[in-house]
């Protein structure tokens, strides 16, 4: 492994705290493939009595924004289904998410933060048309428009309410979230309507510009706010689990059939 499983247990341990948008599992085990498995990583959507397992590329760094622990872990959080036009919700709130929670547990600089998130990669994608959530557009224009649009609802809310309560009241949402659905969402979290604003920057090529306000530390800020998420959530109890035969096994097989 690139980093000490210890160090990757604590980080993952305080990621999950930090993060409070709900649909904790009440086991999240962590598998580390080593080679020849080259992929970042990946969550299985199986959840069977809340535990559920993913696996992270052994050489996998905790140091970057573009990090492939916090980012499965994230997917593990997300309970919600999406409807039209928010296919690109799941890599994108993944991504900008994996990249704040490196930030937040002092992982990286927020310089390095900020420089990850303005990506003009993809910048002329049409969210509202991506269908494929492995779409790069879901992860690069998407990951500019969610930092974007958590500067807006803090703004709105002078600080009081983020993105994560978005994220909160997608998870607690019956039925599919449409984009309609999530700006009536967002409309809550901000105390205002950004109909216009979503308009332009999920269903246009337009691209939004990122404030300075985000790399601030929200933890105790959001506590009172989202204490409501911590309410009925069961305790994360994280495992690293190291099986290199079977994962050699499981990677020589897909190198087989590649």
């Not at 299985?44 to 924004?65: C, F, I, K, N």
């Not at 998870?171 to 659905?181: L, M, Q, T």
């Amino acid at each position: 492994m690139a980093e000490l499983p210890d160090t990757v247990a604590d980080a993952l341990a305080e990621a999950s705290d930090d993060l409070r948008v709900g649909a904790r599992n009440e086991r999240l085990t962590v598998f580390v493939a080593p080679a020849p498995i080259d992929a970042p990583g990946k969550l299985s959507r199986a959840q069977v009595e809340g535990r559920q397992d993913m696996y992270v590329g052994a050489g996998r760094p905790l140091d970057t924004a573009d990090n492939a622990w916090f980012h499965e872990h994230v997917h593990s959080r997300q309970s919600y289904e999406t409807g039209s036009g928010m296919a690109w919700f799941d890599d994108a709130s993944a991504e900008y998410y994996a990249a704040w929670l490196a930030h937040e547990g002092d992982h990286v600089s927020r310089e390095a933060f900020y420089d990850y998130v303005r990506t003009d990669e993809a910048s002329d994608a049409v969210l509202r048309d991506t269908e494929s959530v492995t779409d790069s557009a879901s992860y690069f224009k998407g990951i500019r428009v969610l930092a974007a649009l958590d500067g807006e609802i803090r703004d709105a809310s002078d600080g009081e309410r983020t993105l994560q309560d978005v994220f909160v009241a997608m998870n607690a949402h019956e039925g599919p979230v449409d984009d309609e659905a999530f700006a009536t969402l967002v409309e809550e979290a901000a105390g205002e309507p950004r109909d216009e604003w979503l308009a332009t920057y999920i269903g246009t090529d337009a691209v939004p510009a990122v404030p300075d306000t985000l790399g601030d530390r929200t933890t105790d800020r959001l506590a009172a706010a989202q204490l409501r998420d911590e309410v009925g959530d069961a305790s994360l109890v994280g495992a690293v689990l190291f099986v290199s035969a079977l994962v050699v096994g499981v990677g020589t097989l897909l190198t087989r059939r590649d």
